[in-house]
């Protein structure tokens, strides 16, 4: 028996220690917002915060999530309310979508350390998450723009 | 009669789900051409409510007779019905419609998405769904009012008349009474208030946190996930298996054989993967045991030297070609997986008389034809509920339904409700590729500069050969796919003498439409072939493709908006080179202008591409731009990187280190400008793939004076000495 904290809340899991944690968060608690998408941690599809960091969830052992907070996309904000989301919804970024909640967790982790982040900031934290559907502009833009909102919260 | 008109239509809504409360409006659905041929004579209309659903709260429900896979569909119906009902754009939803033929495609027949034709094959059939829906409230508020419904007017979701105003949820019970109108009369296009105007997608709030429906995502209680360990090379079979050790994992349930190999259930995929992976099996190599890339390539080499079955013929292109300035080239480009970011999967609930499948697919009619013959049951004893798409380029929409008709069977031979999983490596090395082809062309170049004499051999599998399309998209031995934007090509046409001819060669290799079809290397070569030209004549690209296509305005269009926009009469940025090609396809004319630079070690980057389209109408702009870039990137994936090979009857790639799409880093700024245009409407979804490769290639010889022929592109071709 393993004891998550998986967005603020507490789950008693039966799992082999060696599990990767996505596929205890998407089959066994049906947090299934964290996607599969290459098991290799290539992609970011499955991108989730450790004590706030970014980490690829298909590659980690479900025993290193023991006594640590993981958050999934499912606990980022209430009603879509996370600049990132809010900047993603203003400038259309979702295509397919598959993708999106690891490029947004992925980029909270950036806005957090970099509240401004530059081009080659954006560069250097979204390079291991892919979008196949090529929407890599707009998540450039939303990026930026949710910036600018969390800058003009600030004041 | 179908199914779901044996149904009635209590039936039909519940059998949709759609039965939650709330009002319907009972109205008729007028029948495109096509589908009204699958009715029976009797004329019996179709169901009702077959596309929309009001709501007593005044919400509208769309039901898309098109599968969502990130071109934005979810959207832009909507915004047909939403147009000609007046409706508030803020209580529109929309969601996907069950497999039945009222929902065939308005020129296939049958229930697909493809081919970039969704917008404008729905375009009247939507509208006047809504159309026919705004009538019979007007007719219900009139009722109301005590007046004529030509005294009332419809705003926003509400019918008004002088002093008077009713919401069209409070409406629609009445409404659902009046018989539907026979005709309607579609809105003025200058009245239009969201057709044509940037409208924001409906499924972003739900694609931002996670609780968008995926196929991958769905889940019953009871439910036991699936991986199946298939032949390691093409068209195997097992020979054996011993299932004993895959058993002894903590989770697995049960071991089953399949027609496509083994199927190891499990109560969750990771236990279903582990056990996979200590499954023994002994497999018969199937007929493709020696398959290998560079042995393919010679062959394909040595076909297209040889006369294979023409496509395009005119004059007498080998005697022609015996003067003027001879140019000779062979083109080249691989396989290519289509590498959706959603693992290919399915679930499927079989009982005695029911087959359930919820899966992301764009072939809904053909895969439950399929499940139907798999479990005996009648076609319409099969439901289909369409889950979002996590992407699909094609891989979605297979002829043969491999991923629908697998996870049908592993239900069937294990008697549980599953849901059968595709790992990353299994969609790598599972098959159903972009064929890859070789061109090889002779032109000659007149006097005047124009190409005087061409000879074109276009060597690579049919996709088409032995599916349900064949005998419409083969003929005398041609697939159509495989020449197009060669054969019809508006530069082939012009040229007095020419033979365009093809060889299909059965290589054993499963083979599939990948987006833009034929287009994806069409497009490649002959623009770049009019780059060899113009660089021939000494003109200059631009320039030389105006001249070519002066009698073809909206390739000029598209060409001239692209051109000035990216500045091609300014010098670029130091170090910067651009190029430049235009190509239709799908109805769309597409021109892209690419900015590269190549450093000493032959590291290409891809800085800026700028990109015009002429798509006719465009219903919603910013979801053609998201298209174009999406288009763009894509097809920057396969130029810089995407390459399937072969050895010893195997794939060599497995997951994305080895087959590597493009990522946030190389991504180039894109801009996207549409052509004002009256012309008719063509597609989005994948006309902004084949001019990438060409214009990048174009650009790298205005960069390097290096003409590269074949994709990808490798920094050791680009190397400078």
């Known amino acids: 028996m393993i004891t998550l904290t998986v967005n603020r809340k507490k789950h008693d899991v039966e799992a082999d220690p060696s599990t990767p944690l996505l596929w205890v968060l998407r089959d066994l608690l049906h947090l299934t917002g964290t996607k599969f998408g290459c098991g290799m941690a290539q992609c970011g599809a499955c991108t989730i915060h450790l004590d706030g960091e970014a980490v690829r969830s298909c590659v980690t052992p479900v025993s290193r999530a023991e006594g640590k907070q993981v958050t999934t996309i499912e606990g980022l904000s209430e009603g879509n309310s996370h600049p990132l989301q809010v900047a993603w919804i203003e400038e259309d970024v979702p295509q397919c979508g598959y993708c999106q909640s690891g490029q947004i967790m992925s980029a909270a982790v950036l806005l957090r350390e970099k509240p401004v982040p530059t081009d080659e900031d954006i560069d250097m934290a979204m390079s291991g998450n892919i979008c196949r559907c090529g929407t890599y502009q707009r998540i450039r833009c939303a990026i930026h723009r949710a910036a600018e909102m969390s800058k003009g919260g600030a004041k | ?721």
């Open chain 2, 1 to 721: 009669m179908s199914g779901n008109q044996r149904l009635g239509r209590r039936g039909f809504l519940k059998a949709s789900g759609l039965l939650t409360g709330g009002l319907v409006v009972g109205f008729q659905v007028p029948l495109a051409k096509r589908a009204a041929a699958q009715t029976p004579p009797t004329g019996k209309l179709p169901p009702p409510n077959a596309f929309l659903r009001i709501g007593a709260d005044g919400s509208v429900l769309v039901l898309l007779a098109h599968s969502e896979m990130g071109q934005g569909i979810w959207t832009t119906l909507p915004m047909l019905i939403a147009e000609e009902l007046d409706a508030d754009w803020s209580k529109v939803k929309a969601q996907h419609c069950p497999v039945a033929p009222v929902y065939g495609h308005t020129a296939f027949g049958f229930q697909i998405t493809g081919g970039s034709t969704s917008t404008h094959s729905e375009f009247d059939r939507y509208r006047q769904v809504g159309a026919m829906a705004r009538a019979l409230l007007v007719q219900a508020a009139a009722a109301k009012f005590g007046v004529k419904p030509e005294d009332c007017r419809t705003e926003k979701g509400f019918v008004i008349s002088v002093g008077k105003k009713a919401g069209y949820g409070e409406l629609a019970e009445a409404a659902a009474k009046f018989p539907a109108p026979e005709k309607v009369t579609l809105k003025d296009p200058k009245d239009w208030r969201i057709i044509g105007k940037t409208t924001k997608r409906l499924d972003s709030p739900e694609k931002v946190n996670g609780t968008a429906q995926f196929g991958m995502d769905v889940h019953f209680p009871g439910m036991l996930t699936a991986v199946v360990a298939r032949s390691p090379g093409f068209g195997g079979k097992v020979k054996s298996y011993d299932a004993k050790a895959a058993l002894a994992v903590p989770g697995v349930r049960q071991v089953v054989q399949v027609p496509s190999g083994i199927a190891v259930l499990a109560d969750h995929y990771w236990a279903a993967k582990q056990g996979r992976e200590v499954l023994k099996v002994d497999w018969e190599e199937g007929p493709t045991a020696g398959l290998d890339s560079v042995k393919l390539r010679g062959e394909f080499h040595k076909l297209a030297a040889t006369p294979g079955m023409p496509a395009a013929k005119a004059g007498d292109a080998d005697a022609a070609l015996g003067k003027g300035t001879i140019l000779e080239a062979e083109y080249f480009v691989p396989y290519l997986a289509h590498a959706p970011m959603e693992p290919l999967n399915c679930t499927v609930k079989l009982s005695e008389d029911k087959c359930e499948i919820w899966s992301g697919t764009q072939l809904q009619t053909v895969d439950q034809g399929v499940a139907a013959q798999i479990t005996g049951l009648k076609p319409e004893q099969v439901e289909i509920h369409t889950t979002f798409l996590g992407g699909g380029f094609g891989r979605r929409a297979t002829p043969t339904s491999d991923f629908i008709s697998e996870a049908v069977q592993v239900a069937k031979a294990s008697g549980k409700l599953v849901k059968v999983v595709w790992s990353r490596e299994d969609d790598i090395r599972g098959g159903y590729y972009r064929s890859s082809f070789l061109h090889q062309a002779k032109v000659a170049l007149g006097s005047d500069g124009h190409p005087s004499a061409w000879k074109h051999a276009i060597v690579g599998q049919s996709i088409m050969a032995g599916t349900m399309m064949e005998a419409m998209m083969v003929k005398d031995g041609v697939d159509a796919t495989s020449v197009e934007g060669v054969s019809d090509s508006p530069y082939m046409k012009e040229v007095p003498d020419h033979l365009v001819h093809l060889h299909s060669p059965k290589t054993g290799v499963p083979v599939l439409w990948w987006r833009s079809v034929g287009h994806s290397h069409t497009g490649f070569v002959m623009e770049c072939l009019i780059d060899e030209l113009a660089h021939a004549a000494k003109q200059d690209p631009a320039e030389y493709r105006r001249m070519l296509l002066k009698d073809h305005p909206r390739h000029l269009a598209a060409l001239n908006l692209a051109v000035e926009k990216s500045g091609w009469d300014k010098p670029p940025e130091e170090g910067h080179f651009r190029g430049v090609a235009v190509h239709e396809s799908f109805g769309s004319y597409v021109a892209e202008v690419a900015e590269v630079s190549v450093s000493k070690e032959g590291q290409l980057k891809v800085h800026k591409v700028t990109c015009a389209i002429d798509c006719g109408l465009a219903v919603n702009p910013d979801g053609v731009k998201a298209q174009m870039e999406s288009g763009i990137i894509f097809a920057l994936s396969a130029v810089l990187h995407g390459e399937i090979t072969f050895a010893d009857g195997r794939v060599k790639q497995r997951n994305f280190h080895d087959y590597p799409v493009l990522r946030m880093n190389e991504a180039p700024l894109i801009e996207t400008h549409i052509v004002p245009s009256t012309g008719k409407m063509g597609g989005a979804g994948e006309c902004g793939v084949p001019p990438l490769a060409p214009a990048v290639a174009n650009a790298i010889f205005a960069a390097t004076g290096k003409r590269l022929r074949e994709l990808p592109i490798r920094a050791d071709q680009l190397k400078q000495a």
